[in-house]
């Protein structure tokens, strides 16, 4: 693979006037829990959850494939949200490169605008953020601390103390904060389900109103998170139901995030749906009918947990597919389940270069990076000592990161 140099999108100015210049080496020189075949589910969490999934299983092995070209795989299986996997996975080698009901309109706000460049992000570890975590990366998101299960565990008593630090942490670093996550089915607060629908609705606006109050420069909100078959929220009748639309509490939860963060980038964010067939026509599927209904969806989130797994060119070729729906994609929760250094180190080279290259993926979040911290084994990138994996090191390289 050829290194990418420094795009002219990163040292335009307004990006330096953002102060994010020298995170990508503007200047001289080189630039949460799913399922699936051998099936990571999401990245859920690798501590405590205040409510855990009701799927189970865990990740079988699967063999590496040299095949250019493959087709589509099958779906099958399901990733436990609340746990870390204790399989490892062989991944692919590949080739290629490369407030109102839902019949209202979309709340006012502007929302939806890009920032200059293209960013690269991670996760906080073990609910803090590592010391040096901006030298690394310049965009960050809470692995667990900003669910609702989190911060609300009890209703009516938030507790925003681990969000704060993170965002407090962005802020004064110049770095991206984006929001994981509004509406889950997931990690959940357990009062929610026994409200009726009236109090539900009132909860999720409460809960949505009082983050965006708090944290208005957040950048990016993954509004809904796996939706069915992947998980439901127990609040979907607060929500709206099914409606005419088939998904009005989509539609609506959408709705609310416009109204209370106008501004923010809102996402509608899966797993498997750039991996496997079915699942990427379910995603695409669901997307399309949400936005034809009046969901102001700016973007659309594609975890990639199993992606190490497929062909390059596969992969590339379902991100063509939801690309089509007119929205940018972002890959939220990559990681590379690979105990082999030499391999993780090849699978990143290849399926990275491809991310960074498209031109409908604005900005990429890897799920974790410090080694034994990560919510699946083989993804970490760098040793407690400060050790690069191989991976990490080209990406630091390719990025021109140093490290």
Known sequence: MNKKRSSPLLCSTAWIALGMATLFGCGDGGDGVDDGVGGSGGAGSTGTSASTSSSNGTNSSSSASTTAGVGPATSSGSGDPGA???S???GAATTGVGGGDASTSA???????EPEGKFVGNITTSGAVRDGFAKYWNQITPENEGKWGSVESSRGNKNWSSLDRTYKYAQDNKIIFKHHVFVWGSQQPSWVGSLSPDEQKKAVRSWMEEFCKRYPDTKYIDVVNEPPPHTTPS??????GNGASGWDWIVNSFKWAREFCPNAVLILNDYNNIEYEN?????????KKVIEAGAPVDALGAQAHDA???NTNTVKGYIDSLAELGKPVYITEYDIGEADDNRQKQIMEEQFTMFWNHPKIPGITLWGYIVGKTWRNGTGLQQENGTLRPAMQWLMDFLDRGG
């Not at 709340?107 to 605008?113: D, H, N």
């Not at 026509?281 to 669901?286: G, L």
């Open 88 to 90: 490892s996975s062989s």
């Open 107 to 113: 709340s006012t706000g502007a929302g939806g605008t």
């Open 279 to 287: 699942e990427h026509r379910h995603f695409k599927d669901i997307a």
């Open 84 to 86: 870390t996997s204790s």
């Open 308 to 310: 190490f797994k497929i």
């Open 235 to 240: 609040y979907t009748a607060g929500l709206g």
